[in-house]
């Protein structure tokens, strides 16, 4: 499985992206999908996560209430609204398909990653 991850750009404080991801073929309509992104210097981070139907979803506290991750199953899309975006969101981001229907926070638990988007937030 291939994921193509797109999206990402520069952007003001307070400005919006979306990122979408899309798998090469369907093997991740029954997994769970997450983004995870990376800065330089700091350890992958897991961002939001989804599951394999789209009715369970997670994210880490720093995103909370200004990001939204959905998927579109019949198209092998996930997706990442990004809004209220700050210059500490700047960093490349990373979509993952998880070997089980969930979306943990554990980067161990994902065996299919996307090459990554930049994104970047000016302040």
């Known amino acids: 499985v291939q994921l193509q991850a797109s999206g990402g750009g520069l952007v003001q404080t307070g400005g919006s992206l979306r990122l979408s991801c899309t798998a090469s073929r369907r093997t991740s309509s029954n997994n769970g999908m997450a983004w995870f992104r990376q800065s330089p210097g700091k350890e992958r981070e897991f961002v939001a996560g989804?599951?394999?139907?789209?009715?369970?979803?997670s994210y880490s506290d720093s995103v909370k209430g200004r990001f939204t991750v959905s998927r579109d199953s019949s198209k092998d899309t996930l997706f990442l609204q990004m809004n209220s975006l700050k210059p500490e969101d700047t960093a490349v981001y990373y979509c993952?398909?998880?070997?089980?229907?969930?979306?943990?926070?554990?980067?161990?638990?994902?065996?299919?990653w996307g090459q990554g988007t930049q994104v970047t937030v000016s302040s």
């Open positions: 989804i599951s394999w139907r789209g009715a369970s979803t």
């Open positions: 993952a398909v998880s070997r089980s229907p969930y979306a943990s926070s554990d980067r161990s638990t994902y065996n299919y």
